[in-house]
């Protein structure tokens, strides 16, 4: 039987995301915070022995990463099928922004419907075959490792859905924190949730500012 442990990790906190602007396949730099999230994560992966870091070939991923291997001494290793949704029209909005701009999408995108696609963009379907897709290819190649994975938050969304077997047009009522730690296996085919939306090495940055959690 094999097992393959994956620690889930969103990338540390964006200019954008202090905006409330949707990033998509756009970026902006972490903030001075996001920095210290990412060394704070790579501090804690150091400690628990990960044999590998693999990460989305975005900008925002990129830094973080970058970050987290300096703690750690891991090689880089960019996988572009672990990229944010793409967005399309909405890129570099804000949610108000969209709303004026585009109602008919926003409503639909706002309603989770599995199948609509961003003009432009992905559906949420899309996202999820190609995270399912990623995830299987991952735990085959590194067989009995622990890897960190640094991704984004739309990753991790359908990544929690896939292995709960939440529906897809299900309001999210689970946190994805910025550098927050989420740990799956998959042991002998099956995926297992071992724990989710852990930031506890991330309290000492508390009295910089507040964590911030992912809003689509």
């Known amino acids: 039987m ?7 990790v969103r990338h540390g906190q964006t200019e954008w995301n202090v905006q409330g602007r949707l990033q998509g396949h756009l970026d902006s730099p972490l903030t001075a915070l996001g920095c210290l999230q990412a060394s704070a994560v790579g501090s804690c992966l150091e400690s628990l022995g990960c044999d590998a870091l693999v990460h989305s070939d975005l900008g925002r991923t990129c830094e973080t990463a970058r970050l987290i291997a300096a703690e750690t001494g891991l090689p880089l290793q960019p996988q572009p099928a672990l990229r944010e949704r793409a967005l399309g029209i909405m890129e ?3 949610k108000t922004e969209v709303r004026a701009r585009y109602p ?8 989770r419907e599995p199948d609509f696609i ?4 992905e559906s949420l379907r899309q996202v999820f075959e190609r995270t399912r897709a990623c995830l299987e290819q991952l735990a085959l190649a590194y067989d009995g490792a622990t890897l960190a994975v640094v991704t984004h938050g739309g990753i991790l969304d359908a990544a929690y859905r896939l ?10 009522r689970f946190p994805l924190f910025n550098a927050g ?27 910089k500012t507040r964590v911030s959690a992912f809003r689509d």
């Open 2 to 8: 094999s097992l393959v442990r994956l620690i889930l």
């Open 92 to 94: 570099g909005l804000t």
């Open 181 to 207: 730690l989420n740990r799956i296996d998959r042991y002998d085919r099956t995926w297992r949730l071992e724990s989710w939306g852990d930031i506890a090495h991330l309290q000492a940055l508390e009295h």
């Open 163 to 172: 292995i709960t077997g939440t529906a897809l047009d299900t309001p999210r």
């Open 104 to 111: 008919q999408a926003f409503r639909r995108y706002e309603a």
């Open 118 to 121: 961003v003009p432009r963009g």
